[in-house]
């Protein structure tokens, strides 16, 4: 709840997570060697809505590549024996920047190959400083709370393209929420836009928040004394457009050229988030109610255990995958055979339905869920608590190809889903948002 005039409780906080020692850096299974330097500094951000009595909300954003489901919930569960803060009110996004460290257990067989034991201590190191910053960042903006007035406004941007298919599905929607003082001076802003955080390549060795970090820094450069979130939206099938444009020759000179690209884009959506500070916004005069649901979602039939062994002897790109699940099966365990996917919503009223997918979701997810709700009221954001692997719609599924399966290798799950699993995310979305939110045709 918010009284009469519409104020809200808002603490932010941000800590910075870069490393000072060398890492290895996830996102490209190509790149076998810790970090070469950091280009840019990354961090770990928060912002926090509601008074105590008003059973208040936290978001916390991470450049970083991927979050796996039991360090969130680690992290949820320290938050909530702090500060009784319930999972449903506890939300985690990710970057997805390819040029941030490692974390323990997140995309496990990205490299077809162990981490040497020295490089695992270091990965396992920074997980658990890791966990400590989160934990750190939620408290601190929880502590930061001071009366603000909370808007909204939707904007536009275009550098995603579809990755899979020339001229294919996008969303260049750029949700934006406006947090300010009781005075009108801006306090924070929350952005979301569906696009890879791959700009930088995998032969980039450097730590670096790629188009989202250059997106914040800009923003709180122009805006001084304002915190920018970046979260990302269904782009698990999109890509920054210049990062298929053609690239000058010499190594350094390619690498430069990426580099702009990536400030160019983070540049673009500053503009924007400009734009939308005096343009029309929408207020938002409830602290959000949160709902949290786990779905399983069926992977396909399991290969017997004489087809995991075929796999392991023929050497292939996926004997290194086949031999992790042999393994499995020589332990006398058994492989799973689906994926608990949380799903999480947030809902300001009848103001605004925020909505929480995990992983690397693609466009079809976030589409469709604006035809079947009001579009007006909705924004749609995945790479948000859980990192399990990419989030086929059935058209992805059905054409196969590195989101629709292939990515499995380096994920760890055994197969590609069986079909129907969009049908289930959609159903769970439905489940947990009220009647009110859906749109005036259905």
């Known amino acids: 709840m918010a009284d009469n005039n519409g104020v809200i409780e808002v603490g932010v906080a941000e800590v910075d997570i870069t490393p000072d020692y060398p890492i290895r850096l996830s996102g490209y299974g190509s790149r ?25 909300v936290v978001l916390v954003t991470v450049e970083n590549c991927g979050l796996p489901d039991e360090l969130t919930e680690e992290v949820s569960r320290r938050v909530k024996e702090k500060t009784g803060i319930s ?36 990965i396992d190191r920074y997980t658990r400083q890791f966990k400590d910053w989160m934990e750190a960042v939620a408290l601190e903006a929880l502590a930061n709370r ?18 899979r298919t020339e001229g294919g599905p996008v969303d260049h929607s750029l949700p934006c929420v406006q947090v300010r003082d009781l005075d009108g001076h801006l306090r924070a802003v929350w952005a979301s836009y569906a696009c890879h955080c791959t700009t930088l390549a995998g032969t980039d060795n450097h730590i670096c928040g790629d188009w989202a970090g250059f997106a914040q820094e800009e ?23 210049s990062r298929m444009m ?25 503009q924007e988030v400009q734009r939308l500070l005096v343009s029309g916004t929408t207020p938002l005069t409830s602290v959000p109610t949160g709902a949290f649901e786990r779905v399983n979602l069926p992977f396909d039939t399991l290969p017997t255990r004489e087809e995991w062994e075929a ?20 332990r006398g365990e058994s492989i799973q055979t689906e994926l608990s996917y949380p799903i999480q ?9 925020v909505v929480f997918l995990a992983s690397e979701v693609v466009v079809d997810y976030s589409l469709r869920l604006k035809r079947e709700l009001d579009v007006e009221r909705l924004w749609v954001g995945a790479y948000a608590n859980a990192f399990p692997c990419y ?15 292939g990515a499995m290798l380096y994920f760890g799950p055994p197969t590609p889903f069986a079909p129907g699993v969009e049908q289930l995310v959609i159903d769970t979305v439905h489940k947990l948002l009220p009647d009110e939110f859906l749109a005036e045709s259905q």
């Open 246 to 270: 053609p690239m000058p020759d010499g190594q350094e000179e390619v690498f430069n050229t990426r580099l702009a690209y990536a400030k160019a884009h983070g540049e673009s959506l500053s």
């Open 32 to 56: 076998r060697t810790e970090s070469d330097g950091i280009i840019q500094r990354i961090w770990a951000k928060a912002l926090a809505i509601g008074s105590d009595s008003d059973d208040p």
């Open 311 to 330: 796999r392991v002897a023929a050497g292939g790109h996926d004997a290194y995958h086949a031999q992790k699940h042999l393994e499995t099966l020589q």
């Open 391 to 405: 989030i086929p719609s059935e058209r992805v599924l059905a054409e196969g190809g590195y989101e629709g399966g």
């Open 345 to 353: 919503t947030w809902t300001f009223g009848e103001e605004l339905a």
């Open 219 to 241: 923003i709180q450069k122009v805006l001084p004394g304002v915190t920018a979130l970046i979260t990302i939206g269904c782009g698990g099938d999109a890509n920054p457009e």
């Open 146 to 163: 001071e009366p603000a007035k909370l808007t909204w406004s939707i904007g536009e941007l275009g550098f995603a393209k579809n990755r």
């Open 87 to 122: 999972r449903a009110h506890f939300a985690a996004c990710f970057t997805h920047t390819h040029s941030a460290p490692c974390l323990t257990n997140a995309a496990p067989f990205l490299f077809s190959t162990d981490i040497p034991p020295d490089q695992q201590e270091t």
